[in-house]
């Protein structure tokens, strides 16, 4: 099993698909990062050596944020939002939409589960 930036890689995947794994890659970066080293998006990462390993860690540590770091920056930028009280701060932190998606109807895993209705009469006994 490979291990690129803290993350254990499956052994029986492409390499392509491997990388997504990584917090911070997606399929398109994970495509520029082969490209850029010419190894063949279907290897799989079980067969790759060890010069190709070390040649994907070196671009990854050199020029992209991943994991750990990168979420303490998204972290970090949601804390900034919130402190400087604009419109997404104020929605960050009542835990609600964000992005222009109604809420009356819908939206129940930000909202919370469905709550009772105040008049609504219960089943009679027998």
Known sequence: MARIAGVDL???????????????IGLS???????????????????????????IRQILNNEYQLEGDL??????????LMEI???RGRRHRLGLPLRGQRTRTNA???????????GKKKAPRK
């Open 108 to 118: 129940r895993t930000k909202r919370g589960s469905k709550k009772t209705m105040a």
């Open 10 to 24: 499956p052994r029986n995947k492409r390499i392509e698909i491997g990388l997504t794994y990584i917090y911070g």
């Open 71 to 80: 979420k303490r920056l998204e972290s970090l930028n949601i804390k900034r």
């Open 85 to 87: 009280t604009t419109y």
């Open 29 to 55: 970066r994970s495509k520029e990062i082969l490209k850029k080293i010419n190894i063949d998006p279907n290897v799989i990462i079980g067969n790759l050596k060890d010069e190709q390993i070390v040649a």
